[in-house]
């Protein structure tokens, strides 16, 4: 299996975070992609696309704002990493704002998503990372991994949260879809709902996007993921979500997957995209199912079952020491 990766994304490295009312260490550390380095033996560099396909999915404005907010910040006097802390709840709407303070709210949705002056290089070269994969797949290999750091399955068409900044499993779907491929499936395991990337498809019936995740009634993201959601005009039936409880195992866990796969099947896609979280292992610092390292690589052989040519791309997975032997254990199942 061919593996990708950029040293550039590296580079994003918030000091802080807003988690559960109070200011800790930022979880999403650059140790992460070290640590899936060592356990995978390296990955191939990543070829720069350029920022076509990024723009085919993320708004114009928000990828300009993701570019000049740390120098906007610094400008206006503020210490620190960019963090947002007032929200349009109700009534957004495109507006000409141009104090910083505004636009980071404009464009975010949580307080946990700092930027950083290598942000930009860091989610721009991880959605590389994605699009070199893609590229190897769409070129014959079956399946080919995109460690994808920062992640992108929160990071709507103009938002950033939840870690993520550009989508890359959205970038990568879209960029399949523009190559030729007719229908592609987003199968989702991370143990949060990838919101951003339900809302960029929601009301399309092209692309499927099926998650398996802690039940946002009690979790991150709260507010999307909720078994109710299906799509919306021509997207209708084309969501479907499957939360799950706390201390969720891999039987409980394995059942939701295989509903998900069935309805993959159905969808009959040319394509598969797996966005893998590594935070349902039992001992993640921020989530409460209990996966085992051995579970990864059993629900990997599922999903490879389907024989579909797949991209996996990375998404979260925050207990550092057993992250690279939980994505190894997970990779060695295709």
Excluded at 215 to 243: C, I, Q
Excluded at 274 to 295: R, Y
Aim: aromatic share 10%.
């Amino acid at each position: 299996m061919k593996r990708f990766f950029d040293a550039r994304q590296l580079g994003h490295a918030p000091l802080r975070e807003l988690h559960n009312g109070g200011f800790t260490d930022f979880a999403e550390k650059p140790a992460r992609a070290e640590a899936i380095l060592t356990a995978i033996d390296g990955a191939e560099p990543s070829v720069d696309h350029g920022e076509a396909a990024i723009r085919a999915v993320h708004d114009a404005g928000y990828i300009e704002f993701l570019k000049d907010a740390p120098l906007r910040w610094a400008e206006a006097g503020r210490p620190g990493d960019v963090m947002g802390y007032a929200w349009p709840v109700v009534g957004r709407r495109p507006l000409n704002l141009s104090r910083i303070d505004a636009l980071i709210g404009r464009y975010s949705f949580d307080a946990t998503t700092p930027l950083t002056p290598a942000t930009w290089a860091a989610t721009y070269w991880s959605t590389q990372t994605a699009l070199t994969a893609i590229d190897a797949v769409l070129g014959g290999e079956r399946t080919a991994f995109a460690l994808c750091r920062p992640p992108g399955h929160h990071a709507g068409a103009d938002y950033l949260g939840g870690y993520c900044f550009l989508n890359h499993a959205a970038v990568a779907a879209q960029a399949a879809r523009d190559a030729g491929v007719k229908r592609v499936a987003i199968l989702d395991i991370d143990y949060h709902h990838g919101n951003g990337t339900q809302d960029i498809f929601l009301e399309r019936g092209d692309v499927f996007y099926a998650s398996v995740h802690a039940d946002p009634a009690s979790d991150y993201p709260f507010y999307w993921g909720h078994a109710d959601e299906l799509g919306e005009d021509e997207g209708r039936g084309a969501t479907l979500n499957l939360p799950l409880p706390h201390g969720t195992t891999r039987d409980a866990f394995r059942a939701a997957q295989a509903t998900a796969l069935e309805a993959i099947a159905r969808f009959a896609p040319g394509l598969l995209i797996v966005s893998f979280g590594a935070d349902t292992w039992e001992g993640d610092p921020i989530s409460h199912f209990a996966l085992t390292t051995g579970d990864y690589a059993v629900l990997a052989r599922d999903i490879a079952g389907l024989g579909l040519p797949t991209l996996i791309a990375m998404e979260g997975g925050y207990a550092i020491d057993a992250l690279g032997a939980n994505v190894a254990s997970f990779l060695s199942g295709f």
